[in-house]
């Protein structure tokens, strides 16, 4: 992944201060800038007294993936979404996934315009663009015009982001970003934010929450179970019952399962067993569809809350629509089910099934293109 020169391409949501310096408004750390200086993300620069974003058009990673890898449960089920990155992250996960392109300090990938993003995904049959692996909101610019010019090839836009973000921010994504995935860490616990993750305020992101919803971008929300310092059922009780109470019962919630990784090498994975306490207790707080992740073949499946028919299968990253009318009902009961099918023939449910298994490289065979499948 070669070093790039970094463009100078000016940023939205910021404003002048006095002295020269400026202060963004993305992400809810709304840094303030002095002249020559970066924001906590580093992509984000005051070039006298203008915000500047360098992330804008280099992509560290991009890959075929299936939806269910996001994880979106409820979005286009058995469907392909290419999905894009660019360096790192306004948080600064100990436990970090993708910490190798999180961690990044310099402006490092391939240039890629938005229209051949788009035009790749289009080309290739994905049915949306994940801005993901690496936070969104530090490149909004970059993913909102990428995101116009999927809709012009009526393709969906979404976002894998830590919901760190501004309701100004959100509010720039109204309308060309379809779908988010919040991915929450220790149920939101705030000490868990401060000492783990470098994040002063956890409780804001219920509000980031609570915008989205009513932007009317589709939501899911994940909960990673760090073992130890980030796994108590109390915790994954009280989320629970304030995204049921607060945002709806029906917003689909992922318990994952925590890998070591980064600077948590010597933790071991989440206890399976306390994982499924964990579902049964955000369940018994009021959620209708809680899922296990990274626990391949179970807590995967979605089940009708009514008649307990079996709507949708999963094994892994593949599924498929097996109790689910076209217009998203129960075929056994006619309840109403929150899930946005891709309209489908019969005959390709169960070559889709098959495909979600695949990764799919693409694009231009010159990009030196960072292909990895373990991307979450
Ligand atoms: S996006 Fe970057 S520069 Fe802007 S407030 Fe967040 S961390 Fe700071």
């Not at 979106?72 to 992250?89: E, G, K, W």
């Not at 289009?122 to 949306?128: C, I, M």
């Not at 305020?201 to 971008?217: C, F, V, W, Y």
């Not at 689910?324 to 075929?331: I, P």
């Amino acid at each position: 992944m070669p070093a790039r020169e970094p463009e100078e391409k000016t940023g939205i949501l910021w404003k002048s201060l006095p002295g020269n310096r400026v202060q963004c408004d993305l992400c809810l750390r709304r840094c303030v800038i002095p002249q020559g200086e970066r924001g906590f993300c580093f992509v984000r620069k005051n070039v006298e007294g203008r915000l500047v974003t360098e992330a804008y058009g280099h992509v560290s990673a991009i890959n075929m993936d299936p939806i269910e890898k996001k994880p979106l449960f409820h979005f286009l089920p058995s469907t392909d979404s290419l999905s894009i990155s660019t360096v790192s992250c306004n948080f600064r996960c100990k436990f970090c996934q993708n910490w190798d392109i999180s961690y990044f300090s310099e402006i490092r990938g391939i240039e890629i315009a938005p229209s051949e993003i788009a035009e790749a995904a289009f080309s290739h049959g994905a049915a949306s663009i994940s801005y993901t692996y690496n936070e969104p909101t530090i490149f909004m610019e970059y993913a909102l015009d990428t995101a116009k010019e999927a809709k012009k090839r009526g393709l969906k836009n979404v976002f894998v982001t830590n919901g760190y973000m501004t309701p100004e921010a959100v509010d720039a994504a109204k309308g060309f970003i379809d779908a988010m995935t919040v991915g929450i860490k220790g149920s939101l616990k705030p000490d868990f934010y401060r000492k783990m993750m470098a994040v002063p305020n956890s409780e804001d992101i219920k509000g980031t929450l609570a915008a989205i919803k009513e932007a009317g971008i589709h939501l899911e929300v994940t909960d990673l179970l760090v073992t130890k310092y980030g796994d108590d059922l109390a915790s994954v009780a009280a989320l629970s019952k304030w995204i049921a109470e607060n945002l709806s019962p029906d917003v689909p919630f992922h318990l994952l399962r925590f890998f070591p990784d980064a600077q948590l090498l010597d933790l071991p994975p989440t206890d399976v067993d306390l994982l499924r306490k964990a579902r049964q207790t955000a369940i018994s707080s009021g959620l209708r569809y809680v899922y296990m992740g990274n626990v391949p073949g179970e807590g995967e499946n979605t089940y009708c809350p009514v008649c307990g028919n079996l709507l949708i299968e999963r094994e892994g990253f593949s599924s498929l629509v097996v109790g689910l009318t076209q217009d998203s009902k129960c075929k056994r009961c006619g309840a109403q089910i929150p899930v946005l099918l891709k309209e489908q023939k019969g005959a390709e449910k169960r070559r889709q099934h098959k495909r979600a298994l695949c990764k799919i490289p693409i694009y231009l065979e010159q990009t030196a293109l960072c292909w990895s499948s373990s991307r979450r």
